[in-house]
């Protein structure tokens, strides 16, 4: 299972964002990190970046490919073939019509992860042979697809209808968050704008900031009138785009393709400036600026009362989840093991123990 790692999380596909550094970081913390492959022009591109991310960590990561709407669509079958040629052994895909992808990847022995926003696509990607399913809320950054249908109510039906494993995904961000997803029925959790914060991003810090500090309704959804609605962090640029929107009286992308050009989302991760561009992301809970992977995952996501919930719902075994991964994967949840858990002093790396970081 994807999830078996030491934690049950998957990093997810993000443009501009996840590259080589940022995957690499999320797989040495131990959950799964993921290669976004249209960040690179070329296939070419895709193949150095995957060569790269192997010299900065010896850990399984993936590639993720999303086939979006495109007046010129990249070669989507070059860039699977790049990733089964380098031997990346886990893909996930997302979009439209992903059946010819998912056959050339699958011929291949790649396991496949699809990401879906209902549970009639979900189907279909099972019909087409994906191994797991990434369950996406309306809740989720980026494309949120056009049924609306928050995480509580498509979990719970994923749970009842799909006959494959899933994970969640859409405004997951601490360790409650996964306890919920668990209980709801995934296996584990997708989390994107959540990576974006921690030290090891590829994301300038004024954005790291301006994501924390920013509030629940602080997200736009833009592009429906084209049936491409995406959740965006709202500025300038998107309030703006949305009255485009508003006062578009046709169906020419025209007046809204320079509001929302990638080139221009990309600055705003180099440079800095919230407002230059578009920049997907939801919001997030203040206090989680700046931590490392390591922290995160190892600490923050496990921190009571989530600790003590997880132990419960693995022990007593989820709906194929054995008992004994929690002792195995993560004995220090059980409580204070050895002199650098009693009373949380650091250890020989200056990390403190799970209890004093949880206080």
Not at 330 to 342: A, I, N, S, V
Request: aromatic share 6%; charged share 20%; proline share 5%.
């Amino acid at each position: 299972m994807l999830t078996r790692q030491i934690v049950p999380i998957v990093q997810g596909g993000m443009q501009h964002v996840g590259t080589a550094d940022l995957a690499s970081a999320v797989s040495n913390a131990g959950a799964l990190g993921i290669i976004t492959a249209l960040i690179f022009p070329t296939p070419e591109g895709l193949r150095e970046e995957i060569r790269r991310c192997r010299t900065l960590t010896n850990r399984p990561f993936g590639v993720n490919i999303t086939l979006l709407p495109s007046l010129v669509p990249p070669d989507y079958a070059a860039y699977a073939r790049v990733v089964i040629e380098e031997g990346v052994k886990v893909v996930e895909t997302a979009g439209n019509s992903p059946g010819p992808v998912i056959k050339q990847l699958k011929a291949a022995g790649i396991i496949v992860l699809h990401k879906c926003t209902s549970i009639r696509h979900a189907q279909s990607a099972v019909k087409l042979g994906v191994d797991f399913l990434s369950i996406d809320g309306f809740e989720c950054a980026g494309h949120v697809g056009e049924s609306d249908i928050t995480n509580f109510i498509l979990l719970s039906r994923a749970r009842q209808t799909l006959k494959v494993p899933f994970i969640a995904s859409g405004g997951f961000a601490d360790g409650q968050g996964l306890a919920a997803a668990l209980c709801l029925g995934a296996s584990g959790i997708n989390m994107g704008t959540r990576f974006m914060c921690t030290v090891e991003a590829p994301v300038h810090v004024n954005i790291k900031k301006e994501i924390v500090k920013a509030q629940e309704t602080d997200t736009a959804l833009v592009l429906r009138k084209w049936r491409n609605t995406t959740r965006l962090y709202k500025n300038k640029v998107v309030e703006e785009a949305l009255k485009v929107e508003r006062e578009a009286t046709g169906d020419s992308f025209e007046p809204m393709a320079p509001l929302v050009s990638g080139k221009r989302g990309k600055m705003v991760f180099v440079d800095g400036d919230p407002n230059f561009g578009v920049s997907l992301s939801v919001s997030l809970f203040p206090g989680v600026f700046s931590l490392s992977l390591f922290y995160l995952l190892d600490i923050e996501l496990f921190c009571f009362p989530t600790k003590e919930l997880l132990t419960h719902i693995l022990l007593i075994g989820l709906d194929g989840w054995p008992g004994h991964w929690l002792d195995s994967r993560h004995p220090h949840l059980q409580g204070p093991r050895g002199e650098d858990r009693e009373g949380g002093r650091a250890d020989s790396q200056g990390k403190v123990g799970v209890d004093q970081a949880c206080s």
